[in-house]
Structure formats: structure tokens, C-alpha cells
């Protein structure tokens, strides 16, 4: 609970009323390693905050080397299938615990309460949906104006542990190109 208390400090000052009425409706999970805990055509009840492990976002597929993996959350993020959660209609896409994976939950219907409850409430969601969107918008930004090897120099500029704990069909999809085209450009550098 001190990782989550620790970021929301970050981001907000909260009073101990409203951190204890929050972190009452808490709930954690451990997810063994590649779990799919959301899958597709489920109703995203839950936003997670991830206190350890590493989660994919991805759009299954009948074979799994076509599979498309979108996104990935990591230790002291918020991850969740957000556009099912915010609609409460099927999600498009599954989630998987990559390594064991600790995360802490609160379903939608207690987050609305704690909207309604709380004064921090809702500036913890919208600052938690802010960073989904700038996450979402810096994807589609680097898909559009960097070239593959671009994209593969910079997730590994900004995450370099990636390559310990991600396998190397996941981040070739991620970055938009096939295995093979993914070995290429990690042998010219």
C-alpha cells in the first residue's frame, strides 16, 4: 500500500480520511506469470495499480505469432483495459501478467464512491486518466514519425530492463515489425 500512497503523494496532497476510505476499497492481486487476467470480450471492472511485475496490453489472434502487442505497464503504473472500464462494455483487448505480477485493484463501482466520497477522488482519476491518454497519444506519435528502429532505440532508451523480462515477439510486434525484421535492426546496432 506505501508504493500507491507514495505516488498519489507525488501528485496530490491527500488527507488521512480520504487515503483511508480510498485505500479501503483496495484490493490485491497476484497474478502468476503469463496469466491473461483480462480477456477478451470481459467487462473491465478493475484500474490496477502494479506494485511489481510487468503487464501486456495485446489483441489476440486464432495464431498466436500474429498477435499484436500495444502496450506494456510496469512497477508504480496504473494499468487497465480504461476505454471497457470507462464504458462497461466488452474489452477489445487482454491483459497479461509477463513476470509474476502484484497489482492493487478497485473495481468501478467503489471508484465511483470514492468520487463521490472523497474530495482527491477525482483528481487522482483524471490525472490517472491524463497519463493513460499522454501514453496512448506518444504510441501513436512514434508509430507515425519514427522509423522501426527508431521506435526500438527509444523503448530501450527509456526502459532498458525491457529486454530481461520481455520477449523479443512481443516488443517486434510493439514496435510494428516482424521477428525477423527486429533481428535485423538488432544486429546493425
Not at 483487448?93 to 474530495?119: F, H, M, P
Not at 523503448?155 to 529486454?163: G, M, Y
Amino acid at each position: 500500500m506505501q508504493q500507491i500512497k507514495a505516488h498519489i503523494d507525488r501528485i496530490a496532497t491527500i488527507s488521512n480520511a480520504d487515503w483511508e476510505f480510498f485505500s479501503s476499497k483496495l484490493q490485491r492481486r497476484v497474478i502468476p506469470k503469463k496469466t491473461v487476467f483480462l480477456k477478451l470480450n470481459d467487462i473491465e471492472n478493475h484500474i490496477s495499480f502494479i506494485e511489481s511485475g510487468v503487464v501486456r496490453l495485446f489483441i489476440p489472434k486464432e495464431d498466436s505469432e500474429k498477435e499484436i502487442t500495444f502496450g506494456f505497464s510496469f512497477k508504480d503504473q496504473f494499468v487497465s483495459a480504461y476505454d471497457s472500464f470507462l464504458t462497461q462494455t466488452p474489452s477489445a483487448y487482454q491483459l497479461q501478467a509477463l513476470t509474476n505480477t502484484t497489482i492493487l485493484s478497485i473495481t468501478y463501482n467503489d471508484l465511483q464512491e470514492v468520487y463521490k466520497t472523497t474530495q482527491i477522488g477525482n483528481l487522482i482519476g483524471r490525472l490517472t486518466a491524463e497519463r493513460l491518454f499522454l501514453l496512448k497519444s506518444s504510441r501513436e506519435q512514434n508509430l507515425l514519425n519514427l522509423t522501426a528502429e527508431e521506435r526500438y532505440l527509444k523503448l530501450f532508451k527509456e526502459r532498458p530492463e525491457l529486454l530481461k523480462v520481455i520477449p523479443l515477439k512481443y516488443i517486434s510486434s510493439y514496435i510494428g515489425v516482424t521477428a525477423q525484421a527486429l533481428s535485423r535492426i538488432r544486429k546493425r546496432i
